[in-house]
Every structure is written in structure tokens, then in C-alpha cells.
T-cell receptor, first 115, second 115 residues
Framework: EPEVTQTPSHQVTQMGQEVILRCVPI?????FYWYRQILGQKVEFLVS????????KSEIFDDQFSVERPDGSNFTLKIRSTKLEDSAMYFC?????????????FGSGTQLSVL | GDSVTQMEGPVTLSEEAFLTINCTYT??????LFWYVQYPGEGLQLLLK?????DKGSNKGFEATYRKETTSFHLEKGSVQVSDSAVYFC??????????????FGKGTLLTVNP
């Protein structure tokens, strides 16, 4: 089965630094997503992206966050100035369509630790 | 807003035991319901889904029935194996309020199956 790949698997950064989390979605998928899970909490939706623009974002996704599809294969999440509370597992996902019953394919995640 | 509540873990069972992981939801509209599984070191994978009331999703011996009257989608398996050890996430995706892009997850339940 095709896979979504995420790099790095673990990222450690200092508070206030910028980080970029990278994802390669499945090649024929059109919809892209970021989710995150803070330790012990629910997996939370951050943002969805389609046709080179954000289609929906959560309250968590404030001005410190941005997403980009810089070329035909990568999908990145940037955090401009990291805070301690940004420490979490970040999951990228992609799907072919946007129907309610659509299957999302997830990557294995990037564990972000902000010190 | 939409929400998912699932059984707190961890759950520890012996091989061949019966498994139930409870999941209830709140949604405005007619959500699709999902169980995702995360094996150690891997991303979230779709285990099964159901798209309307009374639908039963099934895969790899796991089953869950969409119960609209009790707003539940409990996961069951008659005889678990060591290889079923993973974290299980209940999730929904709703077509109401224009938010059909995002999955709403529960916290996840860690299942450990001992030989």
C-alpha cells in the first residue's frame, strides 16, 4: 500500500526557534492535512490544504503556523517561533477526495520536543 | 461541536481474550465513523469504518456497529492476538457546518496483548 512519509521522525528545538516539518503525501492525492497529538491528549486537527490553499484550519493554527506545498511532492508545516506547548507528535495525512467517508492515509509522525 | 469519547486505557489482555473498546460520539449532522490503529513506530492506519446508522464495519476480525440511537461505535474482537497490540483511535467525520475536511479523534486506547 502507498505510504505517507514524514521527516524527521524526531525534532528537538529551542523555544523561539523556527521548525519545518516535512511530509511527502501519496502522489495522486489532492487533499493534505496536519494533525497533532500532545502527550496524553486527543489527536487534534490543525489544517487542511487543497489546490494550493488552506481549506480549513482550527483555532490552534494561529499566525505562528503556516503550510506550504513548495513543489509537486512535499507538504510542509512551519512553526515560526516555537513554544513549549508546541511539543507534540505531528501527523501528516493525505486523501484522494474530501468526502465524509474518505480514507485518510497518515504518516508515522514527527515527535517535536521544544526545550 | 463534534466530539469523540473513548474508553481510557491502557487495556491489557491475554491472547484469545475478547476485546471491547467503547466509543461514543457527539455530532451535529450525519457523521461517518472510523477506527484507526497505530502500531508501534508506524502511522495511523484505517482499521474499519461505517458511514450510516446500523452499518457494521469489519476488518482483520475487528467489528464495530454504527448505533445512532446510542451514539456509539464500540470496537470488538472475539479473540485478540499479540500482534493486535497497538493504540486504537475512534474518530468521526461530519458533513455538517462545512467541516467535512477534518477528523475528530478520541484520545486513543493502548491495547497490550500478552501471550
Amino acid at each position: 500500500e502507498p505510504e505517507v512519509t514524514q521527516t524527521p521522525s524526531h525534532q528537538v528545538t529551542q523555544m523561539g526557534q523556527e521548525v519545518i516539518l516535512r511530509c511527502v503525501p501519496i502522489s495522486n492525492h489532492l487533499y493534505f492535512y496536519w494533525y497533532r497529538q500532545i502527550l496524553g491528549q486527543k489527536v487534534e486537527f490543525l489544517v487542511s490544504f487543497y489546490n494550493n490553499e488552506i481549506s480549513e484550519k482550527s483555532e490552534i493554527f494561529d499566525d505562528q503556523f503556516s503550510v506550504e506545498r513548495p513543489d509537486g511532492s512535499n507538504f510542509t508545516l512551519k512553526i515560526r517561533s516555537t513554544k513549549l506547548e508546541d511539543s507534540a507528535m505531528y501527523f501528516c495525512a493525505s486523501s484522494q477526495g474530501s468526502a465524509t467517508n474518505e480514507k485518510l492515509f497518515f504518516g508515522s509522525g514527527t515527535q517535536l520536543s521544544v526545550l | 461541536g463534534d466530539s469523540v469519547t473513548q474508553m481510557e486505557g491502557p487495556v491489557t489482555l491475554s491472547e484469545e481474550a475478547f476485546l471491547t473498546i467503547n466509543c461514543t460520539y457527539t455530532a451535529t449532522g450525519y457523521p461517518s465513523l472510523f477506527w484507526y490503529v497505530q502500531y508501534p513506530g508506524e502511522g495511523l492506519q484505517l482499521l474499519l469504518k461505517a458511514t450510516k446508522a446500523d452499518d457494521k464495519g469489519s476488518n482483520k476480525g475487528f467489528e464495530a456497529t454504527y448505533r445512532k440511537e446510542t451514539t456509539s461505535f464500540h470496537l470488538e474482537k472475539g479473540s485478540v492476538q499479540v500482534s493486535d497490540s497497538a493504540v486504537y483511535f475512534c474518530a468521526l467525520r461530519s458533513n455538517s457546518g462545512g467541516s467535512n475536511y477534518k477528523l475528530t479523534f478520541g484520545k486513543g486506547t493502548l491495547l497490550t496483548v500478552n501471550p
